[in-house]
């Protein structure tokens, strides 16, 4: 048997960017995340967001790979708000996403990034940091024109 684990920091978005993701449900939308991703031998080590986005880091195990996880806990989470009625809209989340390695020796650095998102946003919106991860991980030059 083969040990892994890949450290992943992953980032996906609500539709549209729209900034549901208030302060006041996250906590419930986050335990419930959570509960189910263990349930899905899904181990999530550190789970934030701010109005429109949520960031992630999830060490990856044998046999898991980053779109089946985020279907995973996309599409049961965005089922699971709107059957109980969360929000008082209809809820999705969008088909992109953000998914790089971590190294080891970073993990740290991630973990704190995470924990502090409403301090980091207070400095800097969504777009400046969306525009900053396609040019610090060179997404731009994996999507075609």
């Known amino acids: 048997m083969g040990y ?59 046999g898991q790979n980053v779109e089946e996880v985020l279907r995973l806990l996309k599409g ?12 008082s809209e209809k809820f999705e989340w969008q088909d992109e996403y953000f998914a790089v390695s971590v190294s080891e020796s970073a993990v740290h650095r991630v973990r704190k990034y995470i924990k502090n998102k409403e301090d980091h946003h207070r400095k800097k919106t969504f777009s400046e940091e969306y525009q900053e991860f396609i040019k610090s991980y060179k997404f731009d030059r994996f999507v075609s024109g």
């Open 76 to 87: 049961e989470s965005s089922h699971w708000i709107n059957k109980s009625k969360i929000l």
């Open 4 to 62: 892994t684990k890949l450290w992943i920091h992953i980032v996906w978005t609500t539709k549209y960017r729209r900034p549901l993701l208030i302060k006041e449900v996250r906590s419930v939308i986050f335990d419930h995340i959570k509960e189910y991703a263990l349930k899905k031998s899904i181990y999530i080590d550190s789970l934030n967001s701010h109005l429109e986005h949520i960031h992630c880091l999830v060490p990856m195990g044998s």
